[in-house]
């Protein structure tokens, strides 16, 4: 007899053809099944896979859909119906139908941009049901990733059909006036990031969503359970974003930047997560003690007494514009000045009347004004 893990995923996979292959043809793509499926392997084992369209007018597409063993549902052009809520319909109607049915389908992957397809996720989770969203980068609602568990952009998967060239060989390039001068200014708009700078997003992103497991639940964080809340967080989450060819390797470089510490754990393949304690880590934690420090020593000679706990974190940041007390592991502002008061940076006090507290720096260790 046969058997099966019973840990794999099993997957559905259901297909708005239409809204797919509009939405590439729209950003110069062509929607070829083949690198969904080859995403979709690494994921689990595909039950189902459905598409659903007018396929007449779709017939171009056709071939590639039945190389890959999709099974075409068509919704054919009636002059007095919308054939896009019939195909929408229809593909909602199967889903729910295989979702009450088969229990051993564990992810459900709707492909579509559509928003209309927001209610028919939710009623999955509800059943609770992992659902898995693809949709072209740019004509996917902006409802429809937070709705999934995890959000997949057609274009950024390995092997999706290239761009139209336009007809022509011209590269672009950034001009010299758009780089940073030696003064760290840029004379190009200041909505445009870095490679640098999207690295620093993703480092804080790693360490606030580190701290809030941590301070929400005992025991190590390991890393599969990390990548799960990353994408709790943003469904659109992927390492190759960032320009590494996995998770574990992202971990690699980020430990090797003194960010995080990775220690072998119970299951092979899945380290355990950690903040480290390194010097790097220390010097960073220091400075920002320092900058606590000195932000409650100006306030108590601006305002003539103890400053109070409220407020002090917007002030921190007039001084530091990036000031997070969770680049540092702490859940909040409250337990990183707790933090600070336990190594005797400064003092406070709680003042029951005000139900506030007061923070100071003892007169004894205020430096001497000249």
Not at 63 to 69: A, E, I, K, P, Q
Not at 95 to 124: H, I, N
Not at 342 to 360: N, S, T
Request: aromatic share 8%.
């Amino acid at each position: 007899m046969t058997t099966h893990d019973t840990t794999e995923e099993r997957l559905a996979l259901f297909i708005d053809h239409e809204n797919v292959a509009i939405g590439a043809r729209d950003i110069g793509l062509r929607f070829d099944v083949s690198p969904l499926l080859d995403a979709l392997a690494e994921r689990g084992r595909l039950i189902t896979r459905r598409a659903y369209a007018d396929w007449n007018l779709f017939r171009d597409d056709r071939r590639g859909l039945v190389d890959g063993n999709i099974e075409l549902i068509e919704i054919p052009q009636r002059s007095d119906s919308v054939r896009k809520n019939a195909a929408d319909i229809q593909m909602a109607v199967d889903a729910m139908e295989l979702a009450l049915t088969r229990d051993f389908v564990s992810t459900f992957v709707v492909v579509s941009g559509d928003s209309d397809f927001t209610p028919l996720v939710s009623k999955l989770r509800e059943l609770n049901k992992r659902v898995i969203g693809v949709g072209m980068k740019g004509s996917t609602s902006k409802m429809l990733p937070p709705s999934c568990d995890e959000f997949i952009f057609y274009d950024r998967l390995d092997g999706a059909p290239q761009r139209n060239s336009g007809g022509g060989s011209k590269k672009s390039s950034r001009s010299k006036s758009s780089k940073k001068s030696s003064s760290g200014k840029s004379s190009s708009s200041s909505s445009k990031s870095s490679g640098k700078q999207d690295l620093r997003q993703l480092e804080r992103l790693i360490k606030r969503t580190l701290s809030g497991m941590q301070s929400s639940a005992a025991g190590a964080v390991q890393a599969s359970n990390l990548k799960r809340a990353l994408l709790r967080k943003d469904p659109t989450f992927a390492e190759g974003d960032y320009g590494f060819r996995g998770f574990q390797e992202m971990l690699r470089h980020l430990e090797s930047n003194g960010i995080v510490k990775l220690t072998e754990g119970s299951a092979p393949g899945d380290p355990e997560v950690d903040f480290p304690s390194s010097e790097k880590g220390e010097s960073s934690e220091t400075e920002a003690f320092d900058l606590l420090r000195t932000t409650v020593i100006d306030l108590m000679d601006e305002l003539g007494g103890d400053p109070p706990l409220s407020g002090l974190k917007d002030q921190l940041r007039k001084r530091q514009a990036d000031f997070s007390e969770k680049d540092f592991g702490y859940s909040g502002f409250l337990q990183f000045t707790k933090a600070a008061v336990a190594k005797d940076v400064l003092e406070m006090d709680w003042e029951e009347d005000d139900q506030e507290y007061y923070l100071y720096v003892p007169d004894d260790q205020l430096p001497a004004k000249g």
